[in-house]
């Protein structure tokens, strides 16, 4: 990984690390649902390929933040887009 730093950092606990994941998911399995006698089923998740990128930080001892947004594709148009932001702050 490559971590981030600045001079006016020195001195200081924080460091930045962002990242750039590529998945490939495979299910096994369809899943769907059923409900009142009608199943439904999601297309195109068979096999998915997915994207995120994203940050992880270090403000000082105590504050950890971290997010990434993600994509996801995969057949008959399947796409889906995620993003995620967190939070630790030990007391």
Known sequence: GHNGHNRMDDGKSREFRPFVEVNWLHNTREF??????????????????EVKAGVEGQINDRLNLWGNVGVQAGDKGYSDTSAMLGVKYTF
Do not use: A
């Not at 769907?32 to 390929?49: E, S």
């Open 32 to 49: 769907g649902t059923r409900m009142n006698g009608v199943t439904v089923h999601q297309d195109g998740t068979r096999n998915i390929g």
